[in-house]
């Protein structure tokens, strides 16, 4: 199972059971050694309950990114309430939000990103979240709260946050990067994978030709367009949550990749290391919402409300890698060592660099059609 810091506790756990054995003299002895690392687990935060709720027959539809929750969170949850979670993933807000917009399906709580939620907000597909059944949002921190994508903190719940950046194995690429331009590299032919998703490849294209990210300006996105089909005979694939796999095989030098799938390549590869280069990226906030055609919605707060339980959004972060706005969560993992990671804990000079995509109304259609022509080219 997928545990991002794992390895860390694991290491400090089996320095501790060492000393113990030395103070305990008897560290000679064959009795007393060390546990095997594959026979230990670090505590978890959180616990499943002695006595499980019996189930309700209750459920809500929970509509989520790929990799993105612990599945010890979602059966401690049923454990506590009693209430099945139906869980689907998509890989991007695009095909998240086509889904929706369709109408076909419901479900309870789904996981936008601020441009989207600003998108959902406006065509009335989400629906205002009522705080007095959530009373664990006292546990995020204000600074990630009224952010521009939901001013007045009225449908969107601070899940994650992250930046967008290149992974690259230090062993083939042997300085460290500091501009996208080595995404033009011909010395990485056939060795780099992009994400295939619309806004985020795009937006990075735009950065490359020094234009503003959420450029909606024509001139500006047939730049990045011709980039990115200039940049075609360097790229390996497409991919999304594949890449994680396949940046720690080693299959390719270079990936453009969001920070928390980063941290959880670095914990399994020490080839491995992540960079926001100079010119800028993106900061990106995914946040719980319950769409507008929930049909449970006591449940999806139920939810919402056990996500933000301290213990819970620590076990989560442990398995999901991403940055957190859980005040409480990082004071009960201890700020310093939650801190301790540059990925997820960027210097402030970088974050000046980033940008939060926003909303682009009608101009996303262009987006789209240009993204589909540059998939197609060949
Ligand atoms: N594997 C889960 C990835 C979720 C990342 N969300 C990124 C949003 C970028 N706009």
Redesign the pocket.
């Known amino acids: 199972m997928k545990k991002v810091f794992r390895k860390k506790s694991l290491l400090a756990l089996l320095i501790l059971a060492a000393l113990l054995a030395l103070l305990a003299g008897g560290g000679g002895r064959e009795e007393a050694a060390v546990p095997q690392a594959e026979e230990e687990e670090a505590a978890p935060w959180a616990v499943m309950p002695e006595n499980p709720a019996p189930m309700t027959g209750e459920t809500i539809s929970v509509y989520n990114?790929?990799?993105?929750i612990d599945s010890d969170v979602i059966d401690i949850f049923e454990a506590e309430t009693g209430i099945r979670v139906i869980y689907e993933t998509f890989e991007t807000?695009e095909d998240m939000y086509a889904k929706i917009a369709l109408g076909g399906s419901s479900y309870d709580v789904i996981v936008p990103?601020?441009y989207m939620v600003e998108r959902m907000i406006q065509e009335k597909l989400l629906q205002p979240i009522n705080w007095n059944n959530v009373p664990n949002v006292k546990n995020i921190d204000p600074r990630f709260t009224h952010e521009s994508y939901d001013p007045d903190f009225a449908y969107a719940v601070p899940y994650t946050w992250?930046t967008?950046g290149i992974l690259y194995n230090t062993q083939t690429v042997l300085e460290r990067p500091t501009s996208w331009d080595i995404l033009l590299d011909e010395e990485y032919r056939m060795d780099m994978f992009m994400l295939n998703s619309p806004?985020?490849t795009l937006a990075i294209a735009l950065v490359m030709c020094g234009h503003d990210l959420n450029s909606v300006d024509p001139a500006d996105l047939a730049d990045a367009k011709a980039l990115l089909i200039e940049q075609k005979p360097l790229v390996l694939a497409y991919v999304v949550?594949e890449v994680k796999d396949k940046m720690i095989a080693g299959e390719a030098s270079l990936a453009l990749v969001?920070s928390?799938?980063a941290t959880y390549c670095m914990s399994e590869s020490d080839e491995l290391d992540y960079v926001v280069p100079e010119e800028g990226s993106?900061i990106?906030y995914?946040a719980l919402c319950i769409p507008a055609n929930a049909r449970n919605v006591s449940g999806a707060e139920k939810f919402i409300d056990f996500l933000c339980r301290a213990d819970i959004a620590a076990m989560n972060y442990e398995y999901v890698g991403?940055a957190i706005p859980n005040q409480a969560a990082i004071e009960l993992m201890g700020e310093q060592a939650y801190n301790a990671s540059p990925v997820n804990n960027p210097p402030q000079e970088t974050l000046d660099k980033c940008q939060v995509?926003k909303y682009l109304g009608d101009e996303t259609r262009l987006y789209d059609t240009i993204w589909t022509e540059i998939i197609s080219e060949f």
């Open positions: 990114w790929g990799d993105y807000n990103s601020d992250g967008m806004r985020d949550d969001w928390g799938d993106n990106f995914d991403y995509f």
